[in-house]
């Protein structure tokens, strides 16, 4: 065999190993898992939910309100936070902030992010989108970066227009995917929804 068909031969075999490996990569662990088994952990104006996959917790997702931290209680602490295993880390995230119902007594206001102290500070979007009449306050991480290989926390302040006169419910949805650090292969993605109650002012 002469060098030049060993050439061509090695770069077939090359293409083949690549495509056997997309191939894999389609059909086993390379794809994400939706994240569904999880226990809960209710306390006042605070929900961890930790996510499990096969035995091992994988992500606690963390929301709390702290009504009357201000002595107006015209302003409601927010805090958001993500927690995981050393080998695991979060890949992106999307935090969007739901208001009461429509026909809730609680009148919804502004929203504001404190911004993250981190460096390297990794690209985000903190902005308003338009839900069936009512305004969501959405935060979009498209890419963690190194911030992702540790736990996260977000705090916002939530200031309605208006006092509520009765109990309710602020909902934090939660989209992120995350992968392993030990096993390149375990890859996630967990989307859940979690209610706190509101207080009357």
């Known amino acids: 065999m002469d060098g030049k068909n060993k050439t061509i031969l090695e770069v ?17 662990g390379l794809s994400r898992t939706t994240l569904k088994d999880y226990r809960e952990d209710t306390q006042d104006h605070e929900k961890h939910l930790t996510f499990s996959h096969k035995g091992e917790d994988i992500v606690t997702l ?6 009357g931290a201000y002595s107006d209680n015209s302003t409601i602490p927010l805090m958001v936070e993500l927690a995981h295993p050393e080998h695991t880390k979060i890949d992106s995230l999307k935090i969007s902030i739901h208001p009461p119902g429509t026909n809730s007594a609680f009148s919804y206001g502004d929203i504001y992010l404190k911004t993250p102290e981190w460096n390297p500070d990794p690209p985000l979007s903190f902005h308003t989108n338009t839900e069936s009449g009512k305004s969501v306050s959405v935060l979009d991480i498209p890419n963690m970066g190194v911030q992702g290989k540790g736990t996260v926390r ?22 992120a995917k995350l992968s392993g650090t030990r096993d390149f292969w375990n890859k996630y993605v967990v989307f859940r929804g979690i209610g706190i109650l509101l207080p009357s002012s």
Request: charged share 10%; net charge positive.
């Open 12 to 28: 077939v075999f090359i293409c083949a190993v690549i495509l056997f490996f997309i191939a894999f990569a389609a059909t086993t």
């Open 62 to 67: 963390s929301v709390r309100a702290t009504p």
């Open 154 to 175: 977000f705090d916002f302040l939530m200031r309605p227009f208006q006092k509520n006169t009765h109990q309710d419910v602020i909902h934090v949805s939660i989209y």
